[in-house]
Structure formats: structure tokens, C-alpha cells
């Protein structure tokens, strides 16, 4: 029997994801694939602000009241999260989700912007410093009443890494988890050749603009075609600057290639709210990952250590 490639598609954490893995046998194969949507689920659970009796929820309604104690899990991840506020200058921030979102609904309703005076209301409680990680007891702390975290920005790549790491104790070779365009890959495909990942183009979603081959590496990509609203012919993404809440333009996308789809994830965001000279300059100064960005006139930048054939 030869190797085949066997998935499953399913719609979880409110996106859609598509598991592979590489073997010669198809019910050892759909088992490894259910015990990677086990773990996607379980961690939705933890991370979800749909529940109110999830850990994340649990910390928002403590909000200015008292720290939550979390899974070891939970608390290392908003650990790394803040890391990268920091690493980003506050770009990325998990307290984002204190952002009122009926401002921002980005349907076919919303004409105008908020004032800018509207919009620095609204900003005044997303501040990951305000986030305090009390390490003897794994406790979660949000400072302000009102403040909220959401894993939006991370969270779906954590789910791919988890699930692969998942797949992998359990003896799969080969594969790749795919979160809607976040995904980690690792081995290769049944005829020996790495994977190859499509890179979605700003003006036709479901048509790759370009390609690439990877193998052990994890891609993110973070654009204004999936999410946009148009205001006075301008199109504005649905990715928010923390520092002044209001929506970012003059970048079409980015793309985040690094070892990991939990960093990849978590970096496509902020170098879309940094924009393009700043953002290369911070993914320049980063080993094992390139950035290729594209601007609202459709111009390709790259890292130093990528280049687009």
C-alpha cells in the first residue's frame, strides 16, 4: 500500500480547519485526526469568550475585582502573548478585546469612523501592562474594570501548533493543520516533496497570488480582504491599533513564516498595525522568520531572507 494523504475538514473556534496527515492506513489516519480536533476543542474551551465559564471569561468578569487562577497552559500563553506586546511596542495586545464592538462592526451599516476623540475612549483600557501574571499561584489579573482579554490574535495558531504536537506523540510523520490560512506543517508528502502552501491573493481570496515549498515550518497570514469595510472609496482592515482604536490601511496583507504557528500568528497582526518600514525592520532583526507584506497598491515587500519568484 502506498502513502496517501488523509484529512478532515471541520468549522471549530469559529474558523475552519483542515487536518492532514500522511500514512498508508485511512482508519489510523481519521483516528490521529480525531484526537488532534479533541485537542482544538478542549482548548477552545479554555480560550473561548463565548462561554461564561471559560478561563478567559473568568478572568474578564474579575476584571478590577480579583485575580483568577488558570492552567499552567493559560498562564504561560498570555506570558508568551505579552512577551510579544512588548517585543511589538504594544501592537499587539491581548486586552484588545475591551474595544466596544459595536463600533466596529465592519458590515455594510458602518459609513463613517469614529471620532478620533470617540475612538481614544474606547482605547483607554487596552494596555497589556495593566495585564498582571501572579506566577506562585498562576493567576490572571486585568487591573481596570471593564478590561477584557481575547486570544483572537494568537490563539488560532496555538490550537494548530497544540494539535500537531498532538499528532506527532502519537506517531504521524506527516502533516500539516491548516486554521484558515494559519497552519504548521512538518514531514513530507507521500512522494517525498515538502508541502506546498499558497500564499492568498488580496484581490481573489481563493486564488494564490504566489507559492512556496516548506516542510517543519508554520505560516500566518493576516489580510484586509477577508474583514474590510469601505469608507469614501477607502478600505479600512478589520485589525484595529491599539494605540488610537482606530482601523488600519495601507496594507493589503502579511504573511509571518517561522518555525512555530503560534509566533507566526501572533506576529502578522502587529507588523500590519507597525506598517511596512517598521514591520520588516522588526522581522529583520528575528532569526528564522521572514515577512512578506503587500501594500494597498498591490507592491511586495520582503524580509532580507525571503524572496517572491
Same mark, same amino acid.
Given at each position: 500500500?502506498?502513502?496517501?494523504?488523509?484529512?478532515?475538514?471541520?468549522?471549530?473556534?469559529?474558523?475552519?480547519?483542515?487536518?492532514?496527515?500522511?500514512?498508508?492506513?485511512?482508519?489510523?489516519?481519521?483516528?490521529?485526526?480525531?484526537?488532534? %480536533?479533541?485537542?482544538?476543542?478542549?482548548?477552545?474551551?479554555?480560550?473561548?469568550?463565548?462561554?461564561?465559564?471559560?478561563?478567559?471569561?473568568?478572568?474578564? #468578569?474579575?476584571?478590577?475585582?480579583?485575580?483568577?487562577?488558570?492552567?499552567?497552559?493559560?498562564?504561560?500563553?498570555?506570558?508568551?502573548?505579552?512577551?510579544?506586546?512588548?517585543?511589538? #511596542?504594544?501592537?499587539?495586545?491581548?486586552?484588545?478585546?475591551?474595544?466596544?464592538?459595536?463600533?466596529?462592526?465592519?458590515?455594510?451599516?458602518?459609513?463613517?469612523?469614529?471620532?478620533?476623540?470617540?475612538?481614544?475612549?474606547?482605547?483607554?483600557?487596552?494596555?497589556?501592562?495593566?495585564?498582571?501574571?501572579?506566577?506562585?499561584?498562576?493567576?490572571?489579573?486585568?487591573?481596570?474594570?471593564?478590561?477584557?482579554?481575547?486570544?483572537?490574535?494568537?490563539?488560532?495558531?496555538?490550537?494548530?501548533?497544540?494539535?500537531?504536537?498532538?499528532?506527532?506523540?502519537?506517531?504521524?510523520?506527516?502533516?500539516?493543520?491548516?486554521?484558515?490560512?494559519?497552519?504548521?506543517?512538518?514531514?513530507?508528502?507521500?512522494?517525498?516533496?515538502?508541502?506546498?502552501?499558497?500564499?492568498?491573493?488580496?484581490?481573489?481570496?481563493?486564488?494564490?497570488?504566489?507559492?512556496?515549498?516548506?516542510?517543519?515550518?508554520?505560516?500566518?497570514?493576516?489580510?484586509?480582504?477577508?474583514?474590510?469595510?469601505?469608507?469614501?472609496?477607502?478600505?479600512?482592515?478589520?485589525?484595529?491599533?491599539?494605540?488610537?482604536?482606530?482601523?488600519?490601511?495601507?496594507?493589503?496583507?502579511?504573511?509571518?513564516?517561522?518555525?512555530?504557528?503560534?509566533?507566526?500568528?501572533?506576529?502578522?497582526?502587529?507588523?500590519?498595525?507597525?506598517?511596512?518600514?517598521?514591520?520588516?525592520?522588526?522581522?529583520? #532583526?528575528?532569526?528564522?522568520?521572514?515577512?512578506?507584506?503587500?501594500?494597498?497598491?498591490?507592491?511586495?515587500?520582503?524580509?532580507?531572507? %525571503?524572496?517572491?519568484?
Amino acid at each position: 500500500m502506498k502513502e496517501k494523504i488523509f484529512k478532515k475538514v471541520v468549522r471549530l473556534m469559529g474558523n475552519r480547519f483542515e487536518i492532514s496527515v500522511v500514512d498508508r492506513r485511512e482508519d489510523w489516519a481519521i483516528q490521529i485526526i480525531d484526537i488532534a %480536533i479533541t485537542e482544538i476543542k478542549r482548548i477552545e474551551k479554555l480560550l473561548t469568550t463565548f462561554s461564561d465559564d471559560s478561563q478567559t471569561q473568568l478572568i474578564n #468578569q474579575n476584571a478590577g475585582i480579583c485575580p483568577v487562577q488558570v492552567d499552567q497552559e493559560v498562564f504561560d500563553l498570555i506570558a508568551r502573548a505579552n512577551r510579544i506586546s512588548e517585543l511589538t #511596542q504594544g501592537a499587539f495586545d491581548l486586552s484588545y478585546g475591551s474595544i466596544d464592538k459595536s463600533l466596529w462592526n465592519f458590515d455594510q451599516n458602518m459609513t463613517s469612523l469614529p471620532t478620533p476623540e470617540v475612538a481614544g475612549k474606547m482605547i483607554r483600557l487596552i494596555n497589556y501592562k495593566n495585564i498582571v501574571l501572579g506566577s506562585d499561584q498562576k493567576t490572571v489579573f486585568l487591573k481596570e474594570k471593564g478590561m477584557r482579554i481575547g486570544f483572537g490574535g494568537i490563539g488560532k495558531g496555538y490550537a494548530a501548533e497544540m494539535a500537531k504536537r498532538k499528532m506527532t506523540e502519537h506517531g504521524a510523520l506527516s502533516g500539516v493543520v491548516n486554521a484558515s490560512g494559519d497552519l504548521t506543517t512538518w514531514g513530507k508528502q507521500p512522494d517525498g516533496a515538502e508541502w506546498t502552501i499558497g500564499i492568498a491573493d488580496p484581490d481573489k481570496k481563493d486564488k494564490p497570488f504566489s507559492y512556496m515549498k516548506i516542510s517543519n515550518m508554520a505560516v500566518a497570514t493576516s489580510g484586509n480582504y477577508e474583514k474590510f469595510v469601505m469608507i469614501n472609496g477607502k478600505r479600512f482592515s478589520h485589525t484595529i491599533d491599539p494605540k488610537t482604536g482606530l482601523p488600519v490601511s495601507g496594507i493589503r496583507s502579511v504573511t509571518i513564516i517561522s518555525p512555530n504557528a503560534e509566533l507566526s500568528d501572533a506576529l502578522a497582526t502587529p507588523v500590519t498595525v507597525m506598517g511596512v518600514k517598521v514591520g520588516l525592520s522588526l522581522i529583520n #532583526q528575528m532569526e528564522n522568520i521572514a515577512c512578506m507584506i503587500i501594500d494597498d497598491q498591490n507592491k511586495i515587500f520582503t524580509s532580507k531572507n %525571503i524572496r517572491v519568484t
